[in-house]
């Protein structure tokens, strides 16, 4: 039975609305939607550009709505987190009253057969409002717009920025491999795989030769030394976005393990300044209590409780080729 690991990967940003989509939102708070006339035509949401020209066009807001036509749907049966709602509703597609061109957003309807190309639906609006497109939860069948709980008015000041937090969530199968190495951490022990038609050594990937392409099971399993040679390192300075835990420049090194071609990528360095770190500069590992106190990960492979490589005070070794070791 395979296990599988989780793994969120957010990115968070502000983006500036610019004055119409600006108004667009400061008027979602006010619970109106508003389009702007382009011509004969009133485009929802507003655009500051013909999407078929590329022309600027007058910003003539009008407003439209609340209730509209849906003219396409489909179904979504079930949600994921990222979601608007969290039980079965439609993604369908709205053309408000006074707009010529539809709206993209949810219908909460229900069941599928309570949906048709010609339904009425109004919309259903967040109590708090705070100027994104999901102040309007979701729209609901019929001519009259709700307030899901109660009504906080409209923003105090123009909505001029928005902040955005992408997200994806994916799922990894874990190696039975990365599952075995890990515990032989937790015995101060560092475990590759060896291959039995090459001779190759691995530590971490999935459980493969990648040159035979052969799986290389519990039998294939190699004691690896605990002292190396750093060939490469990084300094990374920490940007402090959301979730940065680290303040201060801190360094990953690629080791290559004494006596192999095993080089361990992206690894903590301890006890070493990140001013002080050489390629050639000799290292031994270190080892923390448990697994959760060791370096979770990162890129490239599973440690366990390898807290990270620290300076033996042995001379450098001093060969040119070792900045090629990357992997
Ligand atoms: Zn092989």
Redesign the pocket.
Known sequence: MTRFVESTITFPYKRSLGPLVGAFMTALTERRILGVRHGDQVLVPPMEWDPATGAELAHDLVEVGPAGTVESWTWVPSPSAQHPLRHAFAFALIRLDGATTPLLHAVDAGSPSSLDVGTRVAPRWRGSRVGRIDDIVCFVPGEAPEVEGEDAGPAEEPVTRMDYLASITYTNPVPPATDRAVAATLERRLVGLG??????VYAGGRGH????A?E?GPDCEVELPQTGTVTNFSIVTPVQYPGQTETEPFVRAFVLLDGTDVVLPYSPVVDLPADQVRVGQRVEAVWAASADEGEQGGMGGAWGALAGWRPTGEPDVDDPDLVNRIF
């Open positions: 291959c039995p038609h090459c001779g190759r030769c990648p040159i035979d052969v290389l």
